[in-house]
């Protein structure tokens, strides 16, 4: 329950207390009139939220008697806070006519003008001024649920330009690696073509056929990823040709390196795209690494399944190396591993890259199903 609500809520139950006390102003006189009009007058107050009119109906009796006052005023409040100000003035005026009227009705008579106007000022304020107190409360309320909108709109508004502005930002993104990264490794795949066409030599043309092989690819997967920087939906996050586990043995037979491979439990099962295309990643940058920082090390790369079946579990383990890692020139973010975390982490899993035993390194990934 809001705190405003329940604010609410206690003045009223404080007013249906002091409505319950006021019967202690009638208790030397409290007879059979009394007990008739007083009685449905308090019982009724229970019901002014869901039957507000019948409330206040019920208590017309104890205000014309002049035994009680708030029942009637506490029910005119709700009345007016619920409806209209056009569907309001029935009940004001049939409440302002059941305080007007002196009980017994024989006293109209003996009434002097003065008695008159005291009597219409004080029916006046036992009908309007509850009349007015509700309509105040019902305005405040629609002027509260008004912000509540305008702040839901701002809210909204706010979002929806947030999301243009990455929308902006990925279109830039696209243009820029269509722009720049297409171009250069398109040069090299037509000029490893053309070096192909022209070399003699089988394991120079095997060579430079890799390398032709592996810029095509580049560019495959570099038109599917500017494919989904240009896409509107913020929720992509890889292209649908995405790699595959089961590509992990050609991966390994690619990388160049003395790998030993473990893979048969990657047949055993079916797995989600996500893991398909983070564990390939997962593996290729273990291998890259490998490439980069322990030349001629062996590697074994494995698969297995945790004892649940509920996570599949890839390591990349390389032994210690006496080779120098050559120069090459490539740039070198420090960027790779931090990425595989956050690929790990995205799925709820986790990754561990630290030295093994030996002088040598493992990258441990733990992929939930």
Known sequence: MSQRRWNRLSAEQAAVVCAMGELLTVVEDFG????????????????RRRLPV?????????IATGHLLLPSMIAMYVVASSRTQSRIAGPCVVLFTAALCPWPLSEVATMTR???????????????????????????AGTQAQLTRLESSWAREQRLGAEQAVIRERARLARD????????????????????????????R?????????????LEELRDMVGVLRGSDLLATAPTSGPHLADLQGLAAESGLDVTTDLEAL?????????????????????????????????????????????????????PTEQQPEHTGLPSGRHGLA????????LGGQLTARPSAGGGFLVRAVLPL
């Open 32 to 47: 059979a009139l009394a007990l008739v009009v007083c009685g449905p007058a308090l019982l009724a107050l229970p019901l």
């Open 54 to 62: 019948t409330a206040l109906c019920t208590t017309l009796p104890a």
């Open 114 to 140: 003065t008695d008159l106007l005291n009597t219409m000022e004080v029916a006046a304020l036992l009908s309007i001024g509850p009349s007015a107190l509700g309509q105040l409360a019902r305005a405040r």
């Open 177 to 204: 690696m269509h722009d720049s990264v297409s171009h250069h490794v398109s040069i090299i795949a037509v000029q490893a073509g053309a070096l192909r066409a022209a070399e003699s030599d089988p394991d120079k």
């Open 206 to 218: 095997a060579d430079v056929e890799s390398i032709r092989t592996h810029s095509v690819r580049a």
């Open 267 to 319: 047949a055993e099962h079916s797995w989600p795209d996500d893991v398909e295309t983070t564990g390939y990643r997962i593996v290729q940058e273990a291998l890259s690494n490998v490439r980069k920082h322990a030349p001629g090390a062996s590697v074994t790369l494995s698969a297995m399944l945790t004892e649940d079946h509920g996570a599949l579990i890839l390591e990349v383990r390389n032994g």
């Open 339 to 346: 990425g595989l975390m956050e690929r790990a982490e995205h």
